[in-house]
């Protein structure tokens, strides 16, 4: 067997190569794990009068649990309950889908309050410091 090569990418990779590397997670966990992904959901903002996307909320399997990978909401929008019924929604998928609960993560200038007044609990944190913002991760189960 010959040594692999290593290509160095310092940027976002091809969707291809991308692709590779998440295939062959994804067979080690599926069969260690004994569970396969779900397919993500997303819970889409449009806008009223062109129909196009303008914000919402994307989210994945993460093997028994959501997992909120995105949470968007154009500023026009905010302050109207969009973030609340799109995290309600959410938890309905998550419940639907059997999992346990939902959970995300959020920087410091992000929506750590918000994600908590919705019943969500800190369960870890990365602290900040000279070029590092703290990022905190939080879950709730349904």
């Not at 303008?54 to 994945?60: A, D, N, Q, S, T």
């Not at 109207?80 to 998928?93: P, Y």
């Not at 999992?99 to 602290?127: C, K, M, N, S, V």
């Amino acid at each position: 067997m010959s040594t692999p090569l290593l290509d160095f990418i310092l940027g976002d990779p091809n969707p291809d190569d991308l692709r590779a590397i998440v295939a062959v997670l994804s067979v080690y966990n599926n069969a260690y794990s004994g569970m396969a992904d779900q397919p993500g959901f997303a819970i889409i903002i449009r806008d009223p009068e062109t129909q196009a996307a303008v914000g919402g909320l994307y989210g994945v399997d993460g093997y028994g649990w959501a997992f909120v990978r995105y949470l968007a909401i154009p500023e026009e929008y905010r302050g109207a309950g969009l973030g609340r019924r799109l995290m309600e929604e959410a938890e309905k998928i998550a419940k639907a889908r059997g999992y346990i609960g939902i959970w995300l993560d959020t920087l410091e200038f992000q929506a750590r309050p918000f994600y908590e007044r919705l019943g969500f609990e800190l369960f870890g944190e990365l602290e900040g410091g000279p070029g590092a913002i703290p990022r905190y991760f939080l879950k709730k189960r349904v």
